[in-house]
Nanobody
């Protein structure tokens, strides 16, 4: 069992920055994948970024590359998502998730993830 708690969401102007954090507790492993997803009103949930606690399998949504950076702090069992050059289309509820599956999963597929946080709202104004 893993518990995930997101924080850091808020309201920013276009071009601004925001850093999201996800604190994990419970049974974790260096083999686990940590991911960020988002869901905007009226749209499907969308993959944003992923990383393993080992530092491997880093992956990003194409539109996030060059703007977003995922990182981890193993001592704090926390994963961060630094978001720069934010656009109105980045507005969504952002969710943290973890996969404990032991196959070579597609880290961008939400069905690969076993536990989810409650989400944090990010709003980018124009």
């Amino acid at each position: 069992q893993v518990q995930l708690v997101e924080s850091g969401g808020g309201l920013v102007q276009a071009g601004g920055s925001l850093r999201l954090s996800c604190a994990a507790s419970g049974r974790t492993s260096m083999r686990d994948v940590m991911g960020w997803f988002r869901q905007a009103p009226g749209k499907e949930r969308e993959f944003v970024a992923a990383i393993m606690w080992s530092g491997g399998r880093i992956n990003y949504l194409d539109s996030a590359k060059g703007r977003f950076t995922i990182s981890k702090d193993n001592a704090k069992t926390t994963v961060n998502l630094q978001m720069n050059s934010l656009k109105p289309e980045d507005t969504a509820v952002y969710y943290c998730a973890t996969s404990q599956q032991r196959y070579y999963i597609n880290t961008a597929d939400q069905i690969a993830y076993d536990y989810w946080g409650q989400g944090t709202q990010v709003t980018v104004s124009s």
